[in-house]
């Protein structure tokens, strides 16, 4: 149990800073207290079943997610940035040529 209440502990911070929300507000989405989430990212307490129902749902996630063996939102957070950067880049490009074309017309 203690390495399950190690990853839930992980897994509920990681969600909760990625979301960018406090402990405080986590504790009010779930209706519970701040001192009890806390507890639960300090691994002092396993929450409930029907507890970690409304945790899960205050972090926008379904429950079995909350005990995923890897959760790496800064490389979602990454590759999004890579994949969104490069649509960018190709659509300032293709604007770029678009416009240097109707230059070279007006000449």
């Not at 405080?24 to 307490?45: D, N």
């Not at 079995?64 to 790496?72: D, G, K, V, Y």
């Not at 969104?84 to 190709?90: K, S």
Request: glycine fraction near 2%.
């Amino acid at each position: 149990m203690t390495n399950l209440r190690a990853l839930l502990a992980s897994n509920i911070k990681k969600r909760r800073k990625y979301l960018g929300i406090s402990q405080a507000v986590l504790a009010e989405k779930a209706k519970t207290s701040t001192h009890y989430i806390a507890q639960i990212e300090q691994k002092k307490k396993f929450p409930s079943s029907e507890m970690l129902e409304r945790i899960a749902a205050a972090l926008e996630i379904d429950s079995p997610q909350l005990f995923a063996t890897e959760i790496n939102y800064d490389e979602i957070i990454k590759r999004f940035q890579e994949f969104f950067l490069t649509d960018i880049g190709a659509a300032v490009s293709a604007a770029a040529y678009s416009k240097l074309a109707e230059l070279k017309k007006e000449q």
